[in-house]
Structure formats: structure tokens, C-alpha cells
């Protein structure tokens, strides 16, 4: 059975730092895309980071760009996300992913729409407030 677990989540003050983990059992995802998503109250899930079975390249949305970095450790089966200079607007909670497909498919680039993802982790929450 597939399992995915998030931790790392917490409360930050802004312009603070937290980093995510992603421990996936069950299978070996090395050869698989992995992603992180994130939920705010009242909206629907967006895309937040994504990177490809060698590690690179990888994809992040435009909101996080600079600030997040994606990484993944293929002998632990697990995926990261470091995230910097967080303000209230990254408050949500946050999800990994593994897309079934990437292991089949030919694309360069790691997939970023959530409907290419096939197993998630239950989600760790972020807060970021003063």
C-alpha cells in the first residue's frame, strides 16, 4: 500500500523558513515525478513545485520562484521543500505528490497540473503570521 507523509509544517513568523519532508512507502518513486501542492481556506489546490526522477529539472510556480527549492533523496524514497522569505500568502496546507504517468511518459519537464498526480500524502499545515 502507497503511502505518502508529509511533515515540517508549523507556525512561522514572516519572513520566516520551513522545511517540508516526504516520506513515501510502499513503492520506490525514483523514477517518478514528484510534487508539492498547497490548499488555502476557500481555495482550490494549486501547483507549488515539481521535479523530475534524476532530480532535475525542476518546476516551481511562479509565486515561489526564488524563495522554495524542491530536492528529493531517491535512496530515502523522500522529497523536500525548502521554503524562504515565507509571508501569509504561503499560509495553506501543503501536499506532496507522485505522478504514475511521469513514469511512463517522455517529458522533460515535471508535470504541474494536479490530474497527472496519482497518489497524495494527507497535507501538513503552513502558517505564517505574526
Known amino acids: 500500500q502507497v503511502q505518502l507523509v508529509e511533515s515540517g509544517g508549523g507556525l512561522v513568523q514572516p519572513g520566516g523558513s520551513l522545511k517540508l519532508s516526504c516520506a513515501a512507502s510502499g513503492r520506490t518513486f525514483s523514477s517518478h515525478d514528484m510534487g508539492w501542492f498547497r490548499q488555502a481556506p476557500g481555495k482550490e489546490r494549486e501547483f507549488v513545485a515539481a521535479i523530475r526522477r534524476g532530480g532535475h529539472p525542476t518546476l516551481y510556480a511562479d509565486s515561489v520562484k526564488g524563495r522554495f527549492t524542491i530536492s528529493r533523496d531517491n535512496a530515502k524514497n523522500t522529497v523536500y521543500l525548502q521554503m524562504n522569505s515565507l509571508g501569509p500568502e504561503d499560509t495553506a496546507v501543503y501536499y506532496c505528490?507522485?505522478?504514475?504517468?511521469?513514469?511512463?511518459?517522455?517529458?522533460?519537464?515535471?508535470?504541474?497540473?494536479?490530474?497527472?498526480?496519482?497518489?497524495w500524502g494527507q497535507g501538513t499545515q503552513v502558517t505564517v503570521s505574526s
Open positions: 505528490a507522485v505522478s504514475e504517468e511521469s513514469y511512463y511518459s517522455g517529458n522533460f519537464m515535471p508535470f504541474s497540473e494536479t490530474t497527472k498526480y496519482d497518489y
